[in-house]
């Protein structure tokens, strides 16, 4: 086996997939006792995109897997571990996962969930720089995949509002570790004394699937918006410090700040907290809403291809999730 330290997660290619379908807040309004106003003062929200019947987690996931293996120059069956990191699978089991590499025709590759919510993508790029760092494997495709528009109760203004649907994807090499770049730290963490505030309440293993959860809507997304407001500023900017500290950085040599898309507030607090300029934050949640674990790596995708991402860069990742879980990481372009 080789030393710990022997290589460097270098990421190689991106991509993304949102549907087409597109839901506005004056959409909302027909049907809910809000108005667009109150949403965007409040969210940062204007619109956000709804899977179609024909797209899962899966079928997102693979669309934004294949570009990423394209623009990372490899063929599919050259890949050694596809990650998925999804709150709404396709189904129970086989994993989402299973269901990409089959739509890929990734043939050899060990395929896998991660389920870690709006911080289940770090959690996977985590997962990833380990088995790269120590050679294990040459070639493994992440992807944040979610279809959150099937797990609101869309009578529910305190949540549906908040939602949405896509897909992003990282391809990461094997790169040697004198190589100035790639990713320079994860960090990960969970606190499950937390996870009430963000959950779907109905149960599977615990109590089976039964008409009375059902009927009190106990399989949509329930939330305690004030309390999770609070934690997730908090973890989300001593977890970026953290980031910084392991790596002797400060936030001016950070080129961009990638947050997960929750809620325009809760990213402007932080920025605040790290005396950060707003103008150097990558924000899409106008357009797309908080879409869980899809959200960074869209939001990487749409920076490199919009030129916000320039070679030597240094980016900074963050986010909160239900569990509770949080996490960071530095990239160098």
Not at 33 to 41: H, L, Q, S, V
Not at 77 to 84: G, K, Q, T
Not at 95 to 119: H, R, W
Not at 127 to 154: F, P, T
């Amino acid at each position: 086996m080789n030393d710990y330290n022997t290589f460097r997660a270098v990421v190689a290619g991106t991509g993304a997939y949102l549907p087409e379908k597109i839901l506005t807040n004056q959409d909302l309004e027909k049907s809910l006792d809000t108005t667009d106003a109150w949403i965007t003062e409040r969210t940062g929200i204007r619109e956000r995109r709804i899977a179609s019947e024909e797209e899962s987690a899966s079928i997102m996931a693979a669309h934004a897997g294949k570009i990423a293996l394209v623009d990372g120059g490899i063929d599919p069956e050259e890949l050694d571990l596809i990650i998925v990191a999804t709150s709404s699978p396709d189904v129970l089991f086989p994993s989402t996962a299973c269901f990409v590499q089959k739509e890929l025709n990734a043939v050899g590759s060990a395929a896998y969930d991660i389920s870690a919510v709006c911080s289940g993508f770090i959690f996977a790029l985590s997962v990833a720089e380990q088995y790269l760092k120590v050679g294990r494997y040459k070639n493994i495709l992440i992807i944040g995949s979610e279809v959150n528009s099937r797990i609101v109760d869309w009578t529910d203004r305190s949540t549906c509002i908040l939602f949405g649907d896509g897909a992003g994807a990282l391809l990461l090499k094997r790169g040697e570790q004198e190589s100035p770049l790639g990713i320079l730290s994860t960090h990960i963490y969970s606190d499950g004394n937390l996870s009430d505030l963000i959950c779907v309440p109905g149960g599977i293993g615990r109590t089976g699937i039964n008409k009375q959860d059902i009927d009190a809507k106990k399989y949509f997304i329930n939330m305690s918006g004030n309390a999770t407001f609070k934690v997730a500023v908090k973890r989300m900017t001593s977890v970026i410090r953290e980031a910084l500290e392991f790596n002797h950085l400060s936030m001016g040599e950070v080129e961009l700040l990638i947050p997960h898309q929750a809620n325009q507030r809760i990213v402007s607090a932080v920025a605040e907290r790290l005396q950060y300029p707003m103008e150097k934050v990558f924000m899409n949640i106008h357009k797309y809403g908080n879409t869980s674990g899809a959200s960074i790596p869209i939001g990487i995708d749409e920076a490199k291809r919009s030129g916000r991402i320039q070679e030597g860069d240094i980016s900074v990742l963050g986010a909160v999730g239900a569990g509770l879980t949080w996490g960071s990481a530095v990239i160098k372009w």
